[in-house]
Nanobody, 114 residues
């Protein structure tokens, strides 16, 4: 059974930074993709950033230059460093793993005050 555990959300002022962490446990293919999605109230869930086990990354245009995704393959952990946060970044952030199937984390709230 694969589980994803997220941490690092919270309340921060605009311009501040937060670092999200997601650790996957269980039987996971060594070749996989991990992503961060977010969902704001009344909006659809959207992709924020993705990283493959080989280190290839891609980002939503809205976060390019401000957010950085990275991972530690030895511990199946993915990070999202979020800098220069804006009120519009406020959302629940979800970790996603594509292994032999898709897995989702429980979500962590990020609130950016103006």
């Amino acid at each position: 059974q694969v589980q994803l555990v997220e941490s690092g959300g919270g309340l921060v002022q605009a311009g501040g930074s937060l670092r999200l962490t997601c650790t996957a446990s269980g039987s996971i293919f060594s070749i996989n993709t991990m992503r961060w999605y977010r969902q704001a109230p009344g909006k659809q869930r959207e992709l924020v950033a993705a990283i493959t086990s080989g280190g290839y990354t891609n980002y939503a245009d809205s976060v390019k230059g401000r957010f950085a995704i990275s991972r530690d393959n030895a511990t199946n952990t993915v990070y999202l460093q979020m800098n220069s946060l804006k009120p519009e970044d406020t959302a629940v952030y979800y970790c996603y793993l594509l292994s032999e199937r898709v897995y989702w984390g429980q979500g962590t709230q990020v609130t950016v005050s103006s």
